[in-house]
């Protein structure tokens, strides 16, 4: 069974303020590794795909990067509106006639002015 | 706005009671998703359609069913609905049957039972 772990459960920083959010996986074939964002009472949106370890993939203040056993969401110099909850999935294993991803729990941000 | 759309945005309902959630998905996805989110458990997958047809079951109860129609747009049933079914209900939709490009989730439907 595909398993999420992210940590830290939830960060404040302050505005400018870099950090990293970590994803730990452990998954039988990894078909696939996704970052989303999740908005206070919306949807998750998504934001990259990360296939095989050393691939990165950037956008705007965002970078994420992949191992084999864990994935790294850098915030370089956040801003109040990068607040969110940022979820990370796993596609490994087929559930009946597809892969579907196994979400974690997510990392809550915070950044203030 | 995202292109998948929810119906309704909130529910408030009484135990053993039954609802039906309604989603359309963003224009030219076949494949439909429902998933529950929930504090405690977080985004749990509950059923996939694609193009009408049942593709993959997740945690799913008994107590809930969904079906994808001709037009595409998918409905999930919940009934004899207990406390502990108060979550937030997301849908969202691909162009085919994989994640690898992403899904695009809907607003969601706030479903309270009391």
């Known amino acids: 069974e595909d398993q999420v772990t992210q940590s830290p459960e939830a960060l404040r920083l302050q505005e400018g303020e870099s950090s990293s959010l970590n994803c730990s996986y452990t998954?039988?074939?990894?078909?696939?590794l996704f970052w989303y964002r999740q908005d206070p009472g919306k949807g998750p949106e998504f934001l990259f795909t990360l296939y095989s370890a050393g691939e990165e993939k950037e956008k705007e203040r965002l970078k994420a990067t992949l191992t084999k056993k864990e994935s790294f969401l850098h915030i370089t110099a956040p801003k109040p509106e990068d607040s969110a909850t940022y979820l990370c999935a796993v596609q490994g294993g087929r559930r009946g006639g597809s892969y579907i991803p196994t979400f974690g729990r997510g990392t809550s941000l915070i950044v203030h002015p | 706005d995202s292109g998948v759309t929810q119906t309704p945005k909130h529910l408030i309902t009484a135990t053993g009671q039954r609802v039906t959630l309604r989603c359309s998905p963003r224009?030219?996805?076949?494949?439909v998703y429902w998933y529950q989110q929930s504090l405690d458990q977080g985004l749990q997958f509950l059923i996939q359609y694609y193009n009408g047809e049942e593709r993959a079951k997740g945690n799913i109860l008994e107590r809930f069913s969904a079906q994808q129609f001709p037009d595409l747009h998918s409905e999930l049933n919940l009934s004899s609905l207990e406390l502990g079914d108060s979550a937030l209900y997301f849908c969202?939709?691909?162009?085919?049957?994989?994640?690898?490009?992403?899904?695009?989730f809907g607003s969601g439907t706030r479903l309270t039972v009391v």
């Open positions: 998954v039988s074939g990894l078909r696939g």
């Open positions: 224009s030219g996805d076949l494949s």
């Open positions: 969202a939709s691909s162009v085919g049957s994989g994640a690898n490009y992403g899904y695009t």
